[in-house]
């Protein structure tokens, strides 16, 4: 057996989910090559070689591949597909976009967003918002996967050397073009990531007063959340939703704020570590589920918080 | 210009899903159904290029069980001109109904193929990226907005980084997010008048396409339970429980 791996960059340095997908890899087989392929991606290339887990980075330069387009990274994993048994990269929107365009052109039926691999054939998955886990045997003589990167260990990013190879480009089909991105830039910790995340929902009102959980984002280092309500209604940008459409995220601390805890939002944070909830009704569903919760007002709870918070003398990180 | 939309019949996303004690699946016997929820922003999207004199025909499409009629019908309600439904007895994985789907687009040849970017049963997230590369389509997925040109499409997309924009050739299938627009309601009217549309039957295991399902479901369990944990009476106690016994600050 042998596991390609598609690792998500941005030309400079490689996207930290790869790291999951790696690992993921390294359960089914020691045999894991990685593919980079981008535009002038050198860096990443070495990074991925110092990644010990990984045996061989498979280095494909080209400007199609700049900007990940589907339509063009595509026909490359596919040629390089005989050569592997599986083949892996995460369940977010850069794995989701590429992957079942590989898997249809293999005419192999996709395992998605997998939380746990019991053997190379044989995967647990969430369904129905996380309302189930189902586990499913793929009969596919190769295996498209997509990993729910939050539900496996990170690899070690030093000490290897694996052997960086040169690959050949191939034709695109010329169908697509890259127009721009608009990145909400932060300095916060990436949601996905993060150690604590506090999250907003429907119940702060205004994008304005985000400014009460942002200063306790800042006060305790977390990413910052939102409910879909929260999103839709303007009061922060797509990429801080958590949910079954928006983002898994699996923290130590998730404290929502003004949040109902709608199964759909319950969907992306119900694994938390430790869930403290903020709402005014008592018998909001989000209760069931938290740990800890307060049945406040948001308006006068939030403040308060963060005058504890600066009592405590410990430095957060 | 002609469109063709999909629509999955699946339990509505309001009911609490319950796992059958043997394990071989979730109950739905008596258990609400409705249109996956991005399918509904698929139709209206769909009707609104109709409306705005770009669109031509709305065709909406469904692969299912004879009961699956009622998700197409529902998008004959707010606009589509006609419906096609694929008959299939019983579960179809993304890739068979992606070849279904190709099948019937090679006959129709609409210029925009809406989807929805995920369907809320099986969490899959795959179908329209599968027809998208089977046709040898270029494809717009998880899209927030759309503007149509004559020959191609721009596409903003909901990606992990934040927004992004892409500008595909026609013919493209579009995979919509729930912010793409805000699905109108069928009025009566208009429920009465879709039922004299037509909806024309096919048999999926009559298109001469390998439907098999590759994938097979061994067990249906339960996620683990979180257990119900206090409730805290001030925000002083909260921050004293989150440090002392929780120690996560
Ligand atoms: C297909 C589909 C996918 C979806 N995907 C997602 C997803 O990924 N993520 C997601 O979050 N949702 C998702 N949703 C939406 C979900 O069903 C809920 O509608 C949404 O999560 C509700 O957001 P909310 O809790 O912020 O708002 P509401 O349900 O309106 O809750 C607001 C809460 O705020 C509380 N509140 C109000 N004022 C105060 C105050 N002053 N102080 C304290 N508390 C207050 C209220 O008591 C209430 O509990 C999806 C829905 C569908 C159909
Ligand atoms: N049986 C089906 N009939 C019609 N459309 C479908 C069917 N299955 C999936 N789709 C379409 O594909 C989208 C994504 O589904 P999935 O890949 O299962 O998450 C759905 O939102 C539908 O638009």
Known sequence: MSVLVIAEHNNLNLKIFTLNAIFAASQIDTNIHVLVAGNKSENVAKEVAAVPLVKKVLHSESTNYENYLAENITPLIVKLAE?????????????????????????????????KISSPDTFLRPIYAGNAFATVKSNDKKKCITIRPTSFDSAPTSGGSAQIEKINSVNIPNISKFIKREE???????LGTARVVISGGRGMQSG????LINAIAD??????????????????SNDHQVGQ????????????????????????????????????????????????GLEADLFKALPEFLAELNKLNTIQN | MKILVAVKRVIDYNVQIRVKEDGTGVHTDNVKMSNNPPDDNAVEEAVKLKESGKAKEVIAITVGEEKAQDTVRKALAVGADRGIHVKADNYIEPLGVAKILKKVIEKEKPDIVFMGKQAIDDDCNQTGQMLSSLLGWAQGTFASKIEVKDKSIQVTREVDEGLETIE????????????????RYASLPNIMKAKKKPIEQLIAKDLGV????????????????????VKVATVAELVSKLKNEAKVI
């Open chain 1, 219 to 236: 006060k305790l280092n977390a990413a910052v959340g939102a409910s879909r309500a929260a999103v839709d209604a303007g009061y922060i």
């Open chain 2, 168 to 183: 595909i050739n026609l013919p493209a299938i579009v995979t919509c997010d729930l912010r793409l627009n805000e699905p």
């Open chain 1, 208 to 211: 304005d007063n985000f400014k």
């Open chain 1, 83 to 115: 050569n592997y048994t599986h083949i892996i990269a995460s369940a977010n929107t850069f794995g989701k976009n590429f992957m079942p365009r590989v898997a249809a052109l293999l005419d192999i039926s996709q395992v998605s967003d997998i939380i």
């Open chain 2, 210 to 229: 390998d439907i098999s399902n590759r994938i097979q479901q061994l067990k249906v369990e339960e996620p683990p339970k979180r257990k119900g944990g």
């Open chain 1, 245 to 292: 459409t928006g983002k898994v995220v699996v923290p130590d601390l998730y404290i929502a704020v003004g949040i109902s805890g709608a199964i759909q939002h319950l969907a992306g944070m119900k694994e938390s570590k430790i869930i403290v909830a903020i709402n005014k009704d008592g018998e909001a569903p989000i209760f069931s589920i938290a740990d800890y």
């Open chain 1, 184 to 190: 909400t830039k932060s300095e916060r910790p990436e």
